[in-house]
């Protein structure tokens, strides 16, 4: 009796990670941000009319779900260049879950996350200049 009640609990731990994500793409795909007041309004867009990295990141994931890169580089160039490199992290992530791995969060140099402020900043800025580029 045990042994189906261990592989059961194997099953549901393997199945619980995927589950939440599907389910946030079939809200996403269910309730596009652009047409519900089901997401939360960016508070730096709401007091000063700018948009800061992570505005349209929501927007973005519900256009790459429907297909459209196009619209999604223009609602957010950023979240759209690094969608891959998270799903690749994600999947790491998910393989150390399922082999009961210690998770820890990466060490990484003060340089690179220096670099990662730099680059967000900088597409804030360029994104709120109205070029044509973002």
Known sequence: MSTNGGRVAKILRAAAPIAVVVT??????RFPPAQSSLYPRCPIYELFHLQCPGCGATRALAAILRGHFGEAMDLNALVTF????????????????????????????????YCAFGIATAFSILRNLQLPLF
């Not at 998270?86 to 879950?97: K, N, Q, S, V």
């Open 24 to 29: 946030g793409a079939a809200i996403l795909v």
């Open 82 to 113: 690094l969608l891959p490199i998270a799903a690749i992290y994600g999947a790491l992530w998910y393989r150390r879950f399922l082999r009961h791995e210690t998770m820890r969060w990466p060490q990484l140099p003060q340089a690179a996350i």
